[in-house]
């Protein structure tokens, strides 16, 4: 199966600061990946699929990037609603396996 | 209005059956991939199950296989997870999620586009304990 890593796990950042979070794969999945953000007690939103497209109602604060085994989300311009946690998918394959996730606090 | 409602989380003991549902309103089930997602109190997502547009294609984590059965009607728009013989380490809060998946046929084969989860539903707790 395809594992997916995620770093950081944890990070403190701060209103207006630019966040990038990596996740790597085990091996090629093409751009087969997704993000979400999860806030405590809520089901996860979609962010981004195919690496780097967003869905429609997406703030273009959030970017994604990458291919094969290495991907980026970045979020420009941290605003109070995306302090939340963050979670890649891999949609290449079943097991569609999630990343640990990065909570992104204050 | 499109959504996903879950129902059937509840109170098991270790070795007991849960049938979780979800039922999809404002749009045709059939159109979508189906998936079961969970996650343990304080820990991340873990995707458990899922199936395809007509459910001759399913696929489970190793830690539920031969335990959990995934299903879908879609003449009733419901979407279900058998789970038999629940460990303490089942327990977590469910939930079901489409998955929009797209299909271009070319001469030689067939290409996959995946749009990810987009409408999940509010999620069901399934606590196991004795």
């Known amino acids: 199966d395809i594992q997916l890593t995620q770093s950081p796990s944890f990070m403190s950042a701060s209103v207006g600061d630019i966040v990038t979070i990596t996740c790597r794969a085990s091996q090629d999945i093409s751009s087969y990946l997704a993000w979400y953000q999860q806030k405590p007690g809520k089901a996860p939103k979609l962010l981004i699929y195919?690496?780097?497209t967003l869905p429609s109602g997406v703030p273009p604060r959030f970017s994604g990037s990458g291919s094969a085994t290495e991907f980026t989300l970045t979020i420009t311009s941290l605003q109070p609603e995306d302090f939340a946690t963050y979670f890649c998918q891999q949609l290449n394959s079943y097991p569609r396996i999630f990343g640990p996730g990065t909570k992104v606090d204050i | 209005q499109v959504q996903l409602e879950v129902s059937g989380g509840g109170l098991v003991k270790p070795g007991g059956s849960l049938r979780l549902s979800c039922a999809a309103s404002?749009?045709?089930?059939?159109?979508?991939?189906m998936n079961w997602i969970r996650q343990a109190p304080g820990e991340g997502l873990e995707w458990v199950s899922g199936i395809n547009w007509n459910g001759d294609t399913t696929g489970y984590v190793d830690s539920v296989k031969g335990r959990f059965t995934i299903s879908r009607d879609n003449a009733k728009n419901s979407l279900y997870l058998q789970m038999n013989s629940l460990r303490v380490e089942d327990t977590a809060v469910y939930y079901c999620?489409?998955?929009?998946?797209?299909?271009?046929?070319?001469?030689?084969?067939?290409?996959?586009?995946?749009?990810?989860?987009?409408?999940w539903g509010q999620g069901t707790t399934v606590t196991v304990s004795s």
């Open positions: 404002g749009f045709d089930l059939g159109d979508y991939y």
């Open positions: 999620a489409r998955e929009e998946v797209r299909i271009q046929s070319l001469p030689q084969k067939r290409i996959y586009y995946y749009y990810g989860m987009d409408v």
């Open positions: 195919n690496a780097a």
